[in-house]
Structures are given as C-alpha cells and as structure tokens.
C-alpha cells in the first residue's frame, strides 16, 4: 500500500510537470523561470531514485521517478533556450 500511496503522489506531482514545460515553451521567455527550482526538484527525483536503488526496491515507482525526472529535465534546455532568446530580443532592442 506505501507503494501505491508514493506512486499516485508522483503522478499526481508529475501531471504539472508537462503543463509547465509546455507553458515555457511557448512564452519564449526565461522570465518567471527559475533554474534554482528546477535543479532542486531535479535533485529531489534523484534521491527518490537513489533510495529506490539503494534500498532494491526495484518497482512500478522506480519508473515513476525517472518518467518525473525526464519531464523536468526538458525544463533545463527550455530554460537555456528562452534564456537565449531573451539575449537576442535584449540585444535588438538596443540596436
């Protein structure tokens, strides 16, 4: 039952995570985003992971963390990218 309780509190925590990635990738912007949180939700799934492994409980969870963790991976090149494109738009503005 632990098990269970864990892996619907992950997927329900996971479901935002799409929605997010989604949003900032079409605000073309890194405003609002913050690489901080993302690294330290990040850090927060490798833990998880790393318990899992340490612990050989080897399950359905297991594959939660890594779906999670892949999801809010996406968030740190979407993050560069926008970020890039701020630079961009700062730098047309100045000319």
Same mark, same amino acid.
């Given at each position: ?12 925590? *996971?479901?935002?995570?799409?929605? /997010?990635?989604? !949003? ?7 405003? *609002? ?7 330290? @939700?990040?850090? *927060?799934?490798?833990?998880? @992971? ?6 050989? /409980? ?8 890594? @779906? /999670?963790?892949? @999801?809010?991976?996406? /968030? ?6 926008? !970020?890039?494109?701020? !630079?961009? !738009? ?6």
């Amino acid at each position: 039952m632990p098990e269970l309780l864990e892996a619907i509190m992950l997927v329900c925590f *996971g479901f935002s995570w799409p929605l /997010n990635v989604y !949003r900032n990738i079409k605000s073309h912007t890194a405003k *609002g985003m913050s690489i901080a949180f993302i690294l330290l @939700i990040m850090t *927060g799934y490798v833990a998880g @992971i790393t318990a899992k492994i340490v612990c050989h /409980n080897f399950s359905y969870v297991l594959a939660v963390y890594f @779906i /999670n963790l892949a @999801i809010v991976s996406v /968030n740190v090149f979407v993050y560069f990218h926008n !970020r890039k494109l701020d !630079r961009k !738009r700062s730098v047309e503005q100045t000319l």
